[in-house]
């Protein structure tokens, strides 16, 4: 192998071929890489009196005057690209290499020397059998025979038998469907039981009318004034029981010694007079509601009392009463009075506002009969 073998080994294929038109090499196209690096070699080498004073072989050249370095057959083998294929393949490569005739060398000087060509001649056999013996190694590299991995064996799921599947989600939402509706009915069916639903209409029936109204409006003032005028007197002190956790507290009664006095009768008597009673009696007499039932039908049912008449007369009332301080001809004091305008939600202002929630439930309600 001479030294400038390395160049072109390091060369494209493209430029090798290139080379190889200019020198004039046979053959060349039917060459691999390697095959064409040993005969580019040997033909450069051979005819170097002609090609020397071409630039483009000057790299070449200068290596190849370079003395050869040597090197173990694996680093020559690593020099020289060889392509991976079978060891028959490379061996009959190699024979054939051997059997290769050699370009004819194109003369143009005869006045070199013929121990200078001998010389040459020598060099060129010497790489070709260095190429030759980086052959042979590396078909032995290829034919080492690599010692196997033992396969582990990997080891088989267990297989679960008798495994119950899930249902499908039709079946998982027909049960749940199932369930809300049996729950759903036991629902219904506790709450029907309770009386709740029934008790519920009974009230609603029984406050869907204008008495109702004004039955509540005259509970509220009243409570208002039981409260003022009928106080709580204090009775005991129940003490606190460390058991339970509950604090002492005063208990207070109402007083009903109160009903003795006249301090009890005189507002309760006065807020009873103008508020029930006369009115009462004014809607009584002057039943408006009576007389257009009785023209309208043969066989009328009576209405004792005309709500309509009954707030009007109680606003006329409250109003002369609580708000000029009418006394009925001295009859009850100022004092009377103005205490039991205190103790009226409102004072007179509330009483005309509860005549006038009357006074619109009258109207509609009547609309309603129509």
Do not use: C
């Amino acid at each position: 192998m001479s030294a400038a073998l390395p160049y072109l080994n390091k060369l494209r294929k493209s430029d090798l071929v290139d080379f190889a038109e200019i020198t004039g090499l046979n053959g060349y196209k039917d060459y691999n890489k390697p095959d064409l690096i040993i005969a580019l070699d040997s033909h450069l080498a051979t005819n170097r009196s002609t090609f020397a004073d071409n630039n483009r072989f000057a790299d070449y050249y200068k290596r190849l005057a370079q003395p050869a370095r040597f090197a173990t057959p694996a680093k020559r083998a690593m020099r020289v690209e060889v392509p991976s294929s079978s060891p028959a393949e490379v061996l009959m490569r190699s024979s054939r290499r051997q059997r290769a005739v050699q370009p004819e060398p194109v003369v143009k000087k005869e006045k070199e020397s013929e121990s200078e060509q001998e010389h040459e001649e020598t060099k060129s056999e010497q790489s070709v059998a260095a190429t030759d013996d980086s052959e042979a190694a590396t078909v032995q590299g290829i034919t080492a025979v690599q010692p196997e991995t033992p396969k582990v064996p990997t080891p088989k799921a267990p297989i679960m038998n008798n495994v119950e599947l899930p249902p499908s989600p039709a079946v998982v939402t027909d049960v749940i469907d199932r369930q809300t509706a049996a729950w759903s009915k036991s629902i219904n069916e506790t709450w029907t039981s309770s009386g709740v639903v029934e008790g519920s209409n009974a009230l609603r029936s029984l406050l869907s009318s204008a008495k109702a109204i004004e039955t509540l409006v005259l509970l509220l003032e009243g409570s208002g004034i039981i409260r003022q005028i009928w106080p709580l007197r204090y009775l005991t002190t129940v003490p606190a029981i460390e058991a339970i956790h509950t604090p002492e507290f005063v208990l207070n009664v109402p007083d009903f010694f109160i009903l003795l006095d006249g301090a009890f009768w005189a507002p309760f008597s006065l807020w009873l007079l103008t508020n029930v009673f006369l009115p009462l009696g004014t809607a009584y007499f002057f039943n408006l509601k009576a007389t257009s039932t009785a023209t309208r039908n043969s066989n009328p049912q009576r209405t004792n009392f005309d709500p309509l008449s009954f707030n009007i007369a109680r606003a006329l009332i409250a109003y002369l009463v609580y708000a000029k301080h009418f006394s009925f001809w001295d009859l009850y004091s100022g004092f009377t009075i103005d205490k039991v305008n205190a103790s009226v939600p409102g004072e007179w202002t509330g009483m005309l506002t509860g005549t006038a929630i009357g006074l619109v439930g009258t109207l509609y309600e009547a609309i309603l009969q129509k």
